[in-house]
């Protein structure tokens, strides 16, 4: 018999040709396989219970990298094949096919580099069909090498050789190369002159790191910046040439071994650490680390994030380098991260002393992942390289009716921590993190990243969703692009609609959303909400009072001005002098958030999760002057004691979160002289509560049982833990993120299913 399938889903630059070229081996198969746009296409002839066999094994023990997510096949005449085949690789109209993700350097490969014998030996750029480049380099579809930024290197016979053999781990690994043919690492200097000889790249720049230089590293999707992480003096200096005073830095050990010296490790951490994705890991520190790792690293937190190295450049320069090194995004405080060698020798010359660069070209960007391992699963802070295109299965929208099918959907996403999400029927693709759309620079970026990613999708948005913030650069962005509807969705409302759509649920939901600043429908700042409904609309049942933001935006940068709006409007102004009289040195700024008050100027109305912790963390003399976003927050909750003796009261009435009583016990506890640590855990666990009761009252109102918690406060794994088994012993069916950010990292996704539904009769 003959019978013809098309395998979609992470599929080609996964070595699935070669795995069905084996596999059809083993069954004794004639027939040929190719990739096309919609994925792998495969006809096998023989048995009949060998082609049954053959198609089980496909469906059911794929290849380590490949995602299968659909075989769809069919029964046709025999044709009398002959032996069986790779044949090249077909176009077609439809596109269907997802690329996949880079993929760390596998261990087979790792022992190439490392072996004195092999060819092999100290290459940087060695991969196989298990490892390597693959989003960062991939122009179009279907995946060859000519579609890659790897055409311009042809392969010499050895590697020729391998490319061919099927019994080779490297048979037609597209981006396969060796020191005779492929791409080269040099050390430089900012107007691009050689520092040493080709072949003494690795001791020179291990040695420039050893002596607390930075250096700029060019890696898979871009570069980063790189000193020895327990150099205070070094750490300390990349912090100041790059204007980035208490943001964590990210960091890269040697291996697990060196890990371990510094943090604790779950074995489930260790498994997403070695795992291909090779993401960033928060890890909880060590009281008493076996390596001093500088204090200027991760200032003010009880975490590190951690990653191994993912490539063989990344592999060869640790063993020679420190053990443990800074490994941050290089880019210019604010601008999107370098990735050209032109733009960054230019723009990183005054961070970095030396530049490590290579001439295999970075087609399009993509920075690290960042992640958390919160009961015993990933939780994403930011997708981006490793994860990113693997796409999200979302609940099939009904039909439109009139015959007309549901339109392709781009999700413009936020303004911070900017990803975009292209959406058709049950396809949603989220795009890699793109960090902030503030400058030029980052909006050019942002559509470079869309056309690419439309390109290798075939999706093509004649929808558009986005933000109702009237200000928001994405929402502009979003309205110069070619479609026939533009949907603008609520920011909390996306927030909702991404965690029911990525867990598959398809019916209403009660919504808790906790973040810092979202835009209203009342043109309030709203971002401690309760919600009801589900992807076509929603009602706002609960959320915390209003509070005056003296300042509007200044009281984000200074935290005692949240603080001071909060105590006048739920307090009174006694409360304002009670504020002073805590922290005498910042009298000054809070009387000037008095007058502003009082004379009811520049502020704006807000109740939002992200000021009500930024201003207990003031209340507590916790980061008074933060310089990243949700600074505050984060330092809160690593103050905070893991297992507080209760919580403080709080009112919840006519739905209306009303802090008062926290506030009053807050500040009554911090005059009292409580130890910090013990306040701000009572504070997290009063939140907790808060969160319960609300979404009580809201099940005894709709009858709803699941419950989504969404928005950036939840990348707390304190608030998200206990959150989610107090709501579980309540009978509440719990929805959680898994696939995507809970902050604004994931807000597309929502968007993109809300327009969905919603698009007819939208402008």
């Known amino acids: 018999m003959r019978r013809e399938l098309v395998v979609e889903g992470i599929v080609q630059g996964v070595g699935f040709r070669p795995y069905v070229y084996h596999l059809a081996q083993v069954h004794r198969l004639a027939g040929w396989v190719c990739n096309d746009e919609r994925g792998v296409a495969i006809a096998v002839e023989g048995a009949p219970d060998a082609v049954a066999a053959f198609e089980a094994d496909l469906r059911e023990r794929p290849p380590a990298l490949a995602v299968v997510t659909r075989v769809v096949g069919r029964d046709a005449p025999p044709c009398g094949e002959q032996g069986f085949r790779i044949v090249a690789s077909q176009r077609g109209e439809e596109r269907a096919a997802t690329v996949p993700a880079d993929a760390a350097t596998c261990a087979d490969c790792r022992a190439d580099i490392l072996d004195p014998a092999n060819r092999r030996y100290r290459y940087p750029f060695t991969n196989c069909t298990n490892c390597g480049p693959r989003f960062t380099i991939i122009k179009d579809i279907p995946y060859d090498r000519p579609a890659t930024t790897m055409a311009s290197f042809a392969m010499c016979p050895a590697c020729a050789r391998e490319y061919h053999d099927p019994a080779d781990r490297r048979f037609h690994a597209q981006p396969n190369a060796c020191p005779a043919c492929g791409p080269s690492v040099r050390l430089v200097d900012a107007s691009g002159r050689d520092l040493c000889a080709p072949e ?40 100041r040439v790059k204007h980035r005073r208490h943001r964590p830095f990210a960091l890269m050990a040697r291996d697990l071994e060196t890990v371990r010296r510094v943090a604790r490790v779950s074995p489930a951490e260790e498994q997403t650490l070695a795992s291909p994705a090779a993401p960033i890991v928060l890890l909880q520190r060590l009281a008493e680390p076996a390596l001093a790792v500088a204090p200027s690293v991760a200032p003010g937190v009880d975490t590190l994030g951690i990653m191994l190295p993912y490539t063989p450049l990344h592999i060869l320069l640790l063993q020679e380098a420190p053990p443990l090194l800074v490994m941050t995004s290089g880019n210019p405080s604010g601008l999107p991260v370098q990735y050209r060698e032109e733009e960054a020798l230019a723009d990183l010359s005054r961070l970095a002393d030396a530049f490590l660069i290579h001439n295999r070209p970075i087609h399009v960007p993509c920075d690290d992942s960042v992640v958390q391992v919160v009961d015993g699963e990933v939780r994403f802070l930011r997708r981006s390289r490793g994860y990113v295109p693997r796409e999200v299965v979302v609940p099939v929208p009904p039909s439109a009716g009139a015959g007309q099918a549901r339109p392709a959907v781009l999700g413009a996403g936020g303004d911070l921590k900017n990803t975009f999400c292209l959406l058709q029927g049950r396809r949603a693709v989220l795009s890699q993190h793109l960090g902030d759309l503030e400058t030029e620079e980052g909006q050019a970026n942002y559509l470079r990243a869309l056309d690419h990613l439309r390109r290798l999708t075939g999706i093509r948005p004649s929808v558009v969703a986005c933000d109702m913030h009237p200000g928001y650069r994405s929402a502009s962005l979003a309205r110069t692009l070619e479609a026939e509807a533009v949907v603008p969705v609520q920011h909390h409302h996306a927030h909702m609609a991404a965690c029911m759509a990525e867990n598959g649920w398809e019916g209403d939901a009660i919504g808790l959303v906790l973040d810092g600043t979202g835009y209203g429908a009342d043109g309030a700042i709203w971002g401690f909400e309760v919600l009801t409904g589900g992807f076509e609309g929603f009602r706002r049942v609960a959320h915390l009072a209003y509070s005056p933001l003296p300042g509007s935006e200044a009281a984000v940068r200074r935290p005692v001005r949240a603080a001071a709006g909060m105590l006048w409007a739920h307090l009174g102004s006694e409360a304002l002098e009670r504020l002073a009289a805590l922290h005498p040195a910042r009298a000054g700024e809070i009387q000037n958030a008095r007058r502003l008050l009082e004379a009811g100027i520049n502020c704006p109305p807000a109740g939002t999760a992200g000021r009500l912790f930024d201003g207990v963390a003031a209340i507590l003399g916790i980061c008074p002057e933060p310089t990243y976003e949700g600074q505050a927050a984060i330092e809160l909750g690593a103050a905070a004691e893991r297992a507080p003796d209760g919580c403080y009261p709080f009112r919840l009435e006519g739905g209306e979160i009303l802090p008062g009583p926290l506030l009053e016990a807050v500040l009554a506890d911090a005059l009292a002289g409580v130890p910090a640590p013990r306040v701000a855990g009572r504070f997290l666990a009063t939140v907790v509560a808060i969160l319960v009761e609300a979404a009580c009252r809201a099940r005894e109102e709709t009858g709803l049982r699941a419950v989504c918690l969404s928005g950036g406060t939840f990348n707390s794994p304190w608030l998200l833990h206990h959150a989610a088994r107090r709501l579980a012993e309540r009978g509440f069916r719990v929805l959680r993120h898994r696939l995507v950010p809970p902050g604004d990292g994931g807000i597309a996704l929502g968007q993109a299913v809300i327009a969905q539904r919603r698009w007819r009769g939208c402008v």
Not at 208 to 226: E, N, P, T, W, Y
């Open 200 to 239: 003494a790249w690795l001791a020179e720049a291990a040695a420039r790191l050893r002596s607390g230089q930075i250096l700029a590293v060019k890696g898979i999707g871009a570069f980063h910046l790189a000193c020895d992480a327990c150099d205070e003096e070094a750490v300390a200096r990349l912090r």
